[in-house]
């Protein structure tokens, strides 16, 4: 045995459909632990602000909430709260995301965000004074509208009716009623935990990008995206909506025409986050953005672990273009360089090359499909799967004689 055992942490994203991060964390310590008894070995549960997000922080030692809400589709669920002192984390995967579909049934042009909305009052009743939103993995593309019904808001059409869910029924908006929204929310902190930097409208906007994702056919986009751009247009015509600062009105976002929008909300980076919830709660919440996986690596306290560490595993269902976008690893692998640390990834598939991966600053990925390449056994069998990939780890990357 070596004078120092290494010190190694594992913080990895959950494998969608699989595993959740901890589950991964778990696994592939087992794996470390077989050759390396005397490693020492710790795991910290990360994510990115999508689903997971509330796992990792009750985690890392937050308190868990159960708060009854409705699913994207009217449905009642329980979803879960984490909260420390007088700061509640809200994950809108867990409370009307796509993984709570009935069924996995999506509904793109009534699915609705009002089960955030919910979560959020709930959180309000806790006592919050600061309220972390994670938008990712949303079900819906209303704008945020059911959100801000749940708040107190009513959208009502022509006859004074109030709309039903969904970003479809926008098209019919006549009026927006703000007067009974929830009074607290003045006194609150909001922060939106979104790595998504997609306007509200336009080809890389909120229904053009996200929509088809979430079952919408080519109509249904056309359909949903002129909803938005109605219910931009009375969102930012409403007395009550400020006009952005001098330096937000100066962004601009690719491949936004020019609108006759008099405060551009619709242009900022990051309103076309979870269907356009993103626009909502900058726009009347006013929330601060953040990224998603900045937030949740320091709630978890990723920083604390990393201290006297030799190496970081890090890791995701799919290592892809989105991961270089600014995923949970790329962040894990940020924070891991600035202490000096090695850096290797598992995945269920790697889809990035070496100089992808030295762009991550990841020196080697090990993919589960090396050892089964049947897509479905690999996911059935990830567990154990995931524990020899730190067998492998282990002997590649750990000192020898251990």
Known sequence: RPARAPRVVVASDSFKGSLSSLEVGDAVRLGLLDVAPHAEVVVVPVADGGEGTVAAAVAAGWRAVPVPVH?????????TLAVRGTTALVEMADACGLGRLPNAVPAPLTASSRGLGEAIRDALDLGAAEIIVGV???ASTDGGAGMLCALGARLLDADGVDLPDGGAALARLAHLDLSGLDPRLASTRLVMAADVDSPLLGPTGGAEVFAPQKGATASDVTLLEAALAHWADVVESHPDVPTPTNR???????????????????????????????????????????SGVEVVLDLVGLDAALAGADLVVTGEGSLDAQTLAGKAVRGVAQRAAAHGIPVVAVCGRLALDDADLAALGVRAAYPLSNLEPDPRRAIEDSAALLRRTGCLIAENRLPSGL
């Open 248 to 290: 937000s009105l100066q962004v601009r976002a690719a491949g936004v025409p020019a609108v006759t929008y008099w405060s551009m909300w619709v242009r900022m980076p990051g309103a076309g986050a979870a269907g356009g919830v993103g626009f909502a709660l900058l726009a009347v919440l006013g929330a601060q953005r953040a």
């Open 136 to 138: 990712g993995g949303s």
């Open 71 to 79: 699913g994207p589709t009217g449905e009642p669920v329980i979803a």
